[in-house]
Nanobody
Framework: QVQLAESGGGLVQPGGSLRLSCSAS????????MAWFRQVPGKEHEFVAA??????????YYDDSVKGRFTISRDNAKNTVYLQMSSLKPEDTALYYC??????????????????WGQGTQVTVSS
């Protein structure tokens, strides 16, 4: 059983930056595809970014809404995944979740493919 714990959320002004961290325990994060999803009240979880395990290619994926502004990375030695967020917009405001799974390539963006989830960290972009 893998436990995931997110940190790094907070209040930031539009145009600012934040780095979210997702620390894994009880398992080896490098063996999983790791992803970030976000959710606002009343809406479904939205895919943000994912990084596949080294064994499945290690490629990164992004939603079009964050491409060029967000970067996902992993430090296997620390069993941690990061989401560097820059040029933040008010519409990025959400509860951000870290997730782990082993989706097939074509399902990397699909929420049901991830079976370990953290509790979430709130990101608020506002002036």
């Amino acid at each position: 059983q893998v436990q995931l714990a997110e940190s790094g959320g907070g209040l930031v002004q539009p145009g600012g930056s934040l780095r979210l961290s997702c620390s894994a325990s009880g398992g080896t994060a490098s063996e999983y595809t790791m992803a970030w999803f976000r959710q606002v009240p009343g809406k479904e979880h939205e895919f943000v970014a994912a990084i596949r395990s080294r064994g499945s290619g290690g490629r990164s994926y992004y939603d079009d809404s964050v491409k060029g502004r967000f970067t996902i990375s992993r430090d296997n030695a620390k069993n941690t995944v990061y989401l560097q967020m820059s040029s933040l917009k008010p519409e990025d405001t959400a509860l951000y979740y870290c997730a782990a799974g082993r989706p097939i390539l074509s399902a990397t963006r699909d929420r049901p493919m991830y079976y370990y989830w953290g509790q979430g960290t709130q990101v608020t972009v506002s002036s």
